[in-house]
């Protein structure tokens, strides 16, 4: 499903009127039409209610007017509450209110805050109110009179149905931009906008319906989109069924360096999820020192112990020795608790220049590539990096709250100046291609904002590298699987106290579920439900 930023849907709908020859006006009654069949969907009882419609001068008031005229003629009880004189509405969304005179729905104008203030009574029974005063092409912060409404609506208590997109919202990023309507539901036109599928957007944007306009295909593929929405189906298309005669070579061989002193967790959990998403082989390179308590950990891996036998973190003599393993490996995991000091770094930098393998980098990876980022110039277009906000901050040289604010622009960068793949995680987590391409994710749940996750989710991609899928294509399907099977585990163990060898030990009904077509039974995708209404 494509994700449009708001200059793309400008471009389409300029296309669709200039070029294909659907008058604006059409489109605006499509909108309005459709968005009235969410609605009704969306809000029960909502025709026995009475309804206020919240309108600004614009389009977005335009597509308020035509959800009002289709909700009289259904026999609701609707006055139009227009934040303007009459006289400032223009074009198509002028034809409209006029036709809303003709139907005799009443239209009641308040042009200021003191007009406000006198309405409030009015508005105060109002059983759920409709908000059209701002679209996607938000370019301000919403203050003064659109500030008062917003805050009035969101403290009334009453449902709250956006056209097209929360006002107040950026729908690029997901940023609330001064005031901004926390809905109950939201029609949306054409297609999903980023900032509805990111946080904090989601949570202001309810259920979201996206509704067709008429906007023809072909416009669409000319606009280009490079942002998606990774779904169920677009995931399950990327499995492979296992031949009949494959065995453990066929599924590939990981070597995965991580674990020291304190940290043998990550070392082992890294193993065992790739193991669970379908490698036929793990080592893992350790310190020899810890060596005794990761083989007890993770009975179907492999160790590599390395460096004396009192060696508890990686320092310079275990290089070589990992170095000589990587030969024949499909892929390498590098990072999780491997440690962060002078001999890490070195050791990560030899792998990154030395081995042509397609690699997963996190954790402490992360850290030594943020202290020396010319390495990166060696994992061009092979390189997985996962990095939390945080870990995305240090490599980005910039603040965590920066990287939030935007975060689809900043891993899109990232990847595109770099030449590597970008797992930027969290609630919505992007994954960001050196092409430019972009994909959310909409699996998983809070439950798994706890230790050890993203070992889980390296050893998933890393595994699913090994046997053979497009790094690309491994990091959107790990991405997916590793929030499904948390989706899964949580069923049984509910949000608190969930642990990542809970999601580690439901990769397999994830796979299982995404192979036999039951996916949309598991994914709740966050607090906001997505139909193509």
Not at 83 to 92: C, I, P, Q, R, S
Not at 174 to 189: L, N, S, W
Not at 383 to 401: D, F, I, K, Q, S
Request: aromatic letters at 6%; one cysteine or more.
């Amino acid at each position: 499903m494509y994700l449009v930023c708001a200059d793309e849907m400008r471009q389409m709908d300029r296309t669709t009127i200039e070029s294909f020859g659907i008058p604006g006006r059409v489109l605006m009654e499509s909108a309005g039409r459709s968005a009235t069949g969410w609605l009704l969907e969306t809000i029960p009882g909502a025709l026995e209610k009475r309804i206020a419609v919240i309108a600004g001068r614009g389009n977005n008031g335009g597509d308020g007017f035509v959800v009002a005229r289709y909700l009289a003629q259904r026999g609701a009880e609707v006055t139009v509450f227009l934040l303007a004189e009459t006289d400032k509405v223009n074009g198509d969304a002028k034809a409209n209110l006029d036709l809303l005179t003709a139907l005799n729905v009443p239209v009641i104008c308040i042009p200021d805050e003191k007009s406000f203030a006198r309405k409030k009574n009015v508005l105060s029974h109002q059983h759920l109110f409709i908000d059209a005063l701002l679209g996607t092409g938000l370019k301000f912060e919403v203050k003064g009179l659109f500030a008062k409404a917003i805050d009035f609506m969101n403290r009334s208590g009453r449902p709250v149905f956006a056209v097209d997109i929360p006002s107040g919202l950026d729908s690029d990023t997901g940023q609330p931009r001064g005031a901004c309507v926390k809905a109950t539901a939201t029609a949306t036109f054409g297609f999903a906008k980023p900032g509805q599928l990111l946080f904090p957007g989601a949570m202001f944007t309810g259920r979201l319906g996206v509704v067709d306009i008429g906007i023809p295909p072909f416009v669409a593929s000319e606009a280009d989109p490079r942002r998606w929405l990774l779904t169920p189906a677009m995931a399950a298309g990327y499995l492979r069924p296992r031949l009949p005669d494959a065995h453990k070579g066929s599924a590939g061989h990981l070597l995965a360096v991580a674990g020291s002193a304190g940290k043998t967790g990550a070392a082992a959990m890294v193993g065992i999820a790739a193991m669970r998403s379908g490698a036929g082989l793990v080592t893992l390179a350790v310190p020899a020192g810890i060596n005794a308590i990761v083989e007890s950990l993770a009975t179907e891996v492999m160790t590599l112990p390395v460096g004396n036998a009192d060696c508890r973190m990686f320092d310079k003599p275990c290089i070589d020795p990992i170095l000589g393993q990587t030969p024949g490996k499909k892929a390498l995991a590098i990072g999780p608790g491997m440690g962060t000091g002078p001999a890490a770094r070195t050791l990560l930098r030899a792998l990154m220049e030395k081995s042509d393998a397609p690699m997963v980098i996190d954790a402490d990876g992360l850290t030594c590539l943020a202290d020396d980022p010319d390495m990166l110039s060696f994992g061009r277009d092979r390189a997985v990096l996962t990095p939390h906000p945080g870990e995305m901050a240090r490599l980005c040289r910039m603040t965590t709250e920066q990287v939030q604010n935007d975060r689809i622009r900043c891993a899109q960068d990232f990847a595109r100046v770099h030449h590597v793949h970008l797992v930027l995680k969290g609630a919505g987590t992007v994954v960001a291609h050196p092409d430019g391409t972009v994909f959310v994710n909409r699996t998983g749940n809070p439950g798994m904002a706890s230790g050890g996750m993203g070992d889980v989710l390296t050893g998933v991609i890393a595994g699913l590298i090994c046997q053979g899928y497009d790094t690309g294509i491994a990091s959107r399907l790990g991405v997916f699987l590793h929030g499904l099977a948390g989706d899964i585990a949580v069923k049984e163990t509910g949000e608190t106290g969930l642990m990542a060898s809970d999601v580690s030990s439901a990769l397999p009904r994830a796979l299982r579920t995404l192979e036999s077509n039951t996916h949309d039974r598991f994914v709740d995708c966050f607090p906001t439900q997505i139909k193509l209404a």
